[in-house]
């Protein structure tokens, strides 16, 4: 009889093991489960922001940017880590969480090296390279955007030319003062066909220039158009960002997120 409860100490010892196994068990679920909640939020907080990008600047010269002066104010990397922090808060169940651009891509970089790829290769899939001009390659390609963008058949000025812009970016002059060089040198050269003029004079001038002009062209366009703080070196194509998650179920777990508009 001294053995008496014996079976009653051996279960109870035996079930406190397995409660015990049983709740780490549904503690490391829960906190798998926020894991990849928050995991899932980062992904859609990341492209939430690359959604910000400017429509103007894309229905106007078909290149997909982040304008970092989105819904008013000054534009920076600061401004990218606030929406991104209010994306991904907003996708959280519970918890809070801090953001940090670590490093980024601007269009500003590089004589406007970014807006340079993509005009080219606007141009290599949708409108190959113009038959007026001689060269071929990517700065064959990036000249035939630029016709492409200059050109507006609801201003039947200059033929295929918007006023301008074509003169513009080959003198770097304003409107009228360009126009009149380009007519002089056109008379000065023996040519009758301005379109013809204006082909060969952009394939003479230095395609660096011509970036930077264009570049100056889209910023000058934009701020008249309803972002005053237009700025290309704080216009992102591409963002690496850090966010740290708090709250129940996380210990300040770090998610990294690295997104472009060449990998989207």
């Not at 394939?203 to 366009?221: A, K």
């Not at 709250?247 to 997120?257: F, K, L, S, W, Y």
Request: hydrophobic share 35%.
């Amino acid at each position: 009889m001294r053995f008496h409860g014996s079976v009653t100490v051996f279960l109870t010892l035996i079930l406190t093991v397995i409660a015990s196994f049983i709740l780490t068990l549904a503690g490391s679920a829960q906190k798998h489960a926020a894991s990849a909640a928050d995991e899932c939020a980062a992904d859609n907080a990341a492209r939430s922001c690359f959604g910000e990008y400017n429509a103007e600047v894309f229905r106007r010269y078909h290149i997909l940017l982040i304008d970092s002066s989105y819904k008013g104010g000054e534009g920076g990397a600061e401004r990218v880590e606030e929406h991104f922090v209010q994306y991904m808060e907003n996708c959280m169940t519970d918890g809070t969480c801090t953001a940090e651009v670590t490093g980024y891509m601007d269009a500003g970089s590089d004589d406007n090296e970014y807006l340079y790829r993509s005009a080219a290769g606007y141009a290599g899939e949708n409108t190959g390279i113009d038959a007026r001009l001689s060269g071929s390659g990517e700065d064959a390609l990036f000249l035939s955007y630029i016709l492409d963008v200059c050109g507006n058949d609801a201003v039947p000025l200059q033929g295929a030319f918007r006023r301008g812009e074509a003169e513009y970016l080959i003198y770097g002059t304003d409107d009228g003062e360009s126009i009149a060089r380009a007519r002089q040198e056109m008379e000065e050269r023996g040519m009758t066909d301005y379109e013809s003029f204006l082909c060969a004079k952009l394939e003479e001038t230095d395609i660096n220039l011509i970036r930077n002009r264009f570049g100056e062209l889209l910023t000058e366009y934009m701020r008249h158009n309803g972002s005053p703080g237009f700025d290309l070196g704080k216009c992102f194509w591409h963002i690496t960002v850090s966010a740290r998650t708090w709250g129940r179920d996380r210990d300040g777990r770090v998610i990294t997120r690295e997104y472009g508009y060449d990998g989207l």
